[in-house]
């Protein structure tokens, strides 16, 4: 058999070559490699199609497809019809066209480069749908070209069509009066399968400067949005990803501005001393029915060291925050946090004394200490130093009030080293008039009830158990001195279920039972629907318990790290 020719040898390994290569050269470029570095605001949804099929599939999704709403939501829609049905009119395309018209990527961005004005740009895949995009723009243009002094002109920019649109507008002069000028309003290219929209010509020529995604310097490469990717991530591809730089992004508005800002330019002036400018950015991702999780969202904070100002006392070590045996399983809400309260004094105290001069922070506190002046208590040395950082809040399940309108019981406990010294402070306070309410003993636990108001129960305060507490029925302080008969929260099934997916030590916890939180809500519109939305047929609405299947219980975590901290919220999927 005869071998065949170098020739065809080549031929089939550039065939091969091309089949290897074919997925990757036939996917789009991601906007956050279109766009230059700089970037203030990045929210992407990277294929809106697949975000609608994974919502779909979440509760949430599931939820809005079930028999026993379809009749409120075909009222729903009706009167959605009605609201949109300008929309053909203006815009030459329905509602369900726009829903539609998205079949990729679709991104908005705020571009705030060195020495150039701060920008908008827009990007939308549309896919095979050309045609709606070309009626979008032809109503576009009828409407912009019925304004005297708008123009529209072309130009070509790397291969492309530029479409840019500019308006006359009136402008102070040098000697203050008025001058006509002629200004961008807006610009537009279309390339591939993508419309791209921006305020300035200049932000879609960044864009086309990098369209084939492998220029060196794109918002991809930036080192904070690089971080954030890193940190929140995740298995699958996001539905969502979002980023914002404030700080970066009022820097560029004042420098960039045309006239003055004087209140925009003392906001970013402060910013180092208020301890904000070493806050790089924030951002994170969402993801939908992506195992185990139904939805499951990371935010990610980035900061700089050294900390001061705000960020100095906002420091949460991380630690077991695992509820303790007196949270009952049936709380509707737990959030706990570890707080480091010193080190909050010291950075509190050196901001106050940045604004109001060396020492006037002790003088206030020395003054609130004096019994002849304050209420003699020293906030550091009587409270503070007694406190073990750990904060904790309990929601509980919600009851119907005297109007009607679901009512619900809050617990705030903080942790205290020394029970005896809080309570000689609560001692002090109890003994001057109007700080706080009449004191009783309840097996053995002095405990102040604050009047709340007519037809409802007294507000409690009290030490027990290792904690300071502060509720808005005293009764749930009452339970907690009593003993439950209920099993611990941490001992149940929804709880335990959700912690196998949460870090052993964190700086805030967080769990929530959807249902009764919902249910709360759920109960109001019926109550108050009609009243808001009378067009609206609340009647067809089903009993609650008929969807409570859709809201299981939900946590959240956070944990610091070096660079700062991420935070993490999710529900499972069943």
Known sequence: MRRPSNSIAVALIALLATLAVAPAMGQQTPADRR?????GVFLSFPNVQQFKARFAQTNWGRLANDPSLADFCESVRRQFDKATARLRKDLGVTWEELWELPAGEVTLAVVNEPRERVATVLFVDFGSRRETVDRLIEALNESFDAQPGNRRRTEQFAGTTLHVYSKEVNKAGPDGQSVRKVETAGAYFIRESTVVIGQTVQVLKSVLTRWDGRHEDTFAES??????????????????????DLVGLLKSAVETAEEPNVGLAMVVGMLPTVGLANLKAVGGTVHLASEPYDTISRTVIVVDEPLTGVLAALQFPATDLTPPTWVPESVAAYLAFNWDVQKAYEAIGQLFDAFRGPGAFQRVIEQAADPERGAGIHIKQDVLDHLNGRFRLLRFKAVAGADG???QDMLVAIGVKNESRIQSVLGKLGEQPGRLGKAREFRGVKIYEVPAGPGKAPMGVAVTNGNLFFATNVAKIEEIIRGSNEAPLAQSLDYRRLAAHIPRETSLLSFQRQEGQMRLLYDLLKKQGPGWFPDIDFATLPQFDAIARYFPPSAGYAVPEKRGAVFVSFSLRE
């Open 35 to 39: 766009l230059p570095r700089h970037v």
């Open 405 to 407: 309108l679901p009512q």
């Open 223 to 244: 080192e904070n949005y690089r971080y954030i990717r890193s940190r929140a991530g995740g298995n699958a591809e996001p539905a969502l990803v979002w980023y914002l």
